[in-house]
């Protein structure tokens, strides 16, 4: 009997034992990964965190904390020396603030009329049977492949021939072309893809026509896939440089993106203001991306783009 008792006792102090040398493990697993994400998140800010503590300093500022750790805090803990940068960079460049104005009503017109245009196309390559509807869905995914930098150049000459350069419809001619994308066309259809289509045919039953079944029942149920877009919109319109450098040459008219390079290539040059000015520009890319990440991961698998 003590031989058996013994046994089971040496054999629960090794279950024991086990429980306690895997639960270690659990922990210093957990431990090392906390190590590595706090590392990693340390990399991806610390850019952010010294164009921001600088955008509070003057330009002799920056560089006389370069090569210390004061480079990564403000100049004094007076918050009102702060925006010496901010408000210098608004003085001293007049279409700074037009330039903002700018960016924000391009984006919102962009996201209108993306929402509009690409949600019915792909509603349409979704739900209509029509001859070449499998072609044209397996064009849009092959030239999904081409990058959009090579289309610069011809949709430049095609806008040129159409009078849509001048300084009075440049505007015109820079915000069309984003209207359509065949990304966004084949997101929106493969989110209708995945909606039970007996909603729409109880509709039409009820005598709603195809464009208002469209408007009344499918655009309040896709909620997440339109928000992605918007956000995506967003993100590439507020950032867009290339096509918006070659649509505007006149200051009065460029987006914020655009602008930036005007400060930065400025004679002398004031890093204070540069950094303030590009502080400026990720403040809403930021706030967008923060507040609305459940929207983009939510819109994104439904897509089937992961």
């Given at each position: 009997?003590?031989?058996?008792?013994?046994?089971?006792?040496?054999?629960?102090?090794?279950?024991?034992?086990?429980?306690?040398?895997?639960?270690?493990?659990?922990?210093?697993?957990?431990?090392?990964l906390?190590?590595?994400?706090?590392?990693?998140?340390?990399?991806?800010?610390?850019?952010?965190?010294?164009?921001?503590?600088?955008?509070?300093?003057?330009?002799?500022?920056?560089?006389?904390?370069?090569?210390?750790?004061?480079?990564?805090?403000?100049?004094?803990?007076?918050?009102?020396?702060?925006?010496v940068?901010y408000?210098?960079?608004?003085?001293?460049?007049?279409?700074?603030?037009?330039?903002?104005?700018?960016?924000?009503?391009?984006?919102?017109?962009?996201?209108?009329?993306?929402?509009?245009?690409?949600?019915?196309?792909?509603?349409?390559?979704?739900?209509?049977?029509?001859?070449?509807?499998?072609?044209?869905?397996?064009?849009?995914?092959?030239?999904?492949?081409?990058?959009?930098?090579?289309?610069?150049?011809?949709?430049?000459?095609?806008?040129?021939?159409?009078?849509?350069?001048?300084?009075?419809?440049?505007?015109?001619?820079?915000l069309?072309?984003?209207?359509?994308?065949?990304?966004?066309?084949?997101?929106?259809?493969?989110?209708?893809?995945?909606?039970?289509?007996?909603?729409?045919?109880?509709?039409?039953?009820?005598?709603?026509?195809?464009i208002?079944?469209?408007?009344?029942?499918?655009?309040?149920?896709?909620?997440?896939?339109?928000a992605?877009?918007?956000?995506?919109?967003?993100?590439?319109?507020?950032?867009?440089?290339i096509?918006?450098?070659?649509?505007?040459?006149?200051?009065?008219?460029?987006?914020?993106?655009?602008f930036?390079?005007?400060?930065?290539?400025?004679?002398?040059?004031?890093?204070?203001?540069?950094?303030?000015?590009?502080?400026?520009?990720t403040?809403?890319?930021a706030?967008?991306?923060?507040?609305?990440?459940?929207?983009?991961?939510?819109?994104?698998?439904?897509t089937?783009?992961?």
């Open positions: 009997m003590k031989t058996v008792s013994s046994g089971k006792k040496s054999w629960n102090n090794d279950i024991k034992a086990g429980h306690a040398k895997r639960l270690a493990v659990k922990i210093a697993v957990k431990i090392a906390v190590i590595l994400c706090a590392f990693l998140c340390f990399i991806f800010l610390f850019p952010v965190v010294w164009m921001v503590s600088n955008s509070f300093k003057t330009n002799d500022q920056v560089y006389a904390q370069m090569a210390s750790w004061q480079t990564f805090f403000p100049p004094s803990w007076d918050i009102t020396t702060w925006w940068s408000t210098k960079l608004f003085t001293d460049f007049g279409d700074f603030g037009q330039s903002i104005l700018n960016s924000i009503l391009y984006c919102s017109v962009t996201i209108v009329m993306v929402l509009l245009i690409n949600s019915l196309a792909g509603y349409a390559l979704a739900r209509f049977k029509f001859p070449g509807s499998k072609v044209m869905t397996t064009i849009i995914l092959l030239l999904m492949m081409v990058p959009v930098e090579t289309s610069v150049v011809p949709t430049y000459i095609i806008l040129y021939y159409l009078g849509l350069i001048g300084e009075g419809t440049a505007v015109i001619g820079y069309i072309p984003g209207f359509a994308s065949l990304f966004y066309t084949y997101m929106f259809r493969q989110y209708f893809l995945s909606m039970p289509p007996e909603i729409e045919e109880a509709a039409r039953l009820d005598g709603c026509s195809r208002g079944v469209f408007f009344r029942m499918i655009l309040p149920l896709s909620k997440p896939i339109f992605t877009v918007a956000i995506f919109t967003f993100m590439g319109s507020w950032n867009e440089y096509f918006a450098q070659l649509m505007f040459p006149n200051p009065s008219y460029q987006p914020l993106q655009v930036l390079q005007l400060v930065n290539t400025s004679t002398p040059k004031d890093i204070g203001m540069v950094m303030a000015s590009l502080t400026i520009s403040i809403p890319i706030i967008v991306y923060i507040f609305a990440q459940k929207y983009i991961v939510e819109g994104v698998s439904f089937g783009l992961k």
